[in-house]
């Protein structure tokens, strides 16, 4: 059996996305969101929500990273698919340090009634939008 990497997270986008490039020339966008989780305590059900926030930095490549700094902004709700890596660097300690970031394929926003995809596939160079009232079910 293969291994599979793959995520999918919703969230709202907490900043707006940071363009840069590599020394090559690569473009590459950062989007940082938060995820969250409401949930009732087990032990005492009739308590409030409690919440449970998770943020991580999403990096897009390419064409996908130029595009994504002209669509969303902070606040704009995403859903982003794509494969988990952990980074790693020492820090001026020399200790060792870790991250997680989420290298995305796809980045998907709803906003006035339109849902937008945008790929990271080469064949897909473009953006689909969709209506809300147009979809069948």
């Known amino acids: 059996m293969s291994d599979v990497n793959i995520v999918l997270l919703s969230g709202r986008l907490v900043a707006d996305p940071e363009l840069r490039f590599t020394p090559k020339g690569t473009p590459i966008t950062s989007i940082r969101l938060a995820s969250s989780r409401f949930y009732k305590d087990k032990e005492n059900p009739e308590s409030e929500l409690k919440r449970n926030d998770l943020f991580i930095t999403a990096e897009t490549f390419g ?3 130029e595009r994504i700094p002209n669509y969303i902004k902070k606040g704009t709700p995403v ?5 988990l890596v952990l980074n790693e660097w020492k820090s001026g300690d020399g200790k060792t340090k870790q991250t ?3 290298y995305a394929e ?7 009634g339109k849902t937008t995809v945008l790929k990271n596939q080469p064949e897909s160079d473009k953006t689909t939008t969709v209506e809300e009232n147009s979809i069948p079910f």
Not at 79 to 83: E, M
Not at 106 to 112: F, I, K, L, R, Y
Request: hydrophobic letters at 45%; proline letters at 0%.
């Open 63 to 65: 064409k996908l990273a």
């Open 79 to 83: 859903i982003v698919k794509g494969r």
């Open 100 to 102: 997680y970031r989420l």
């Open 106 to 112: 796809d980045v998907n926003w709803s906003t006035a």
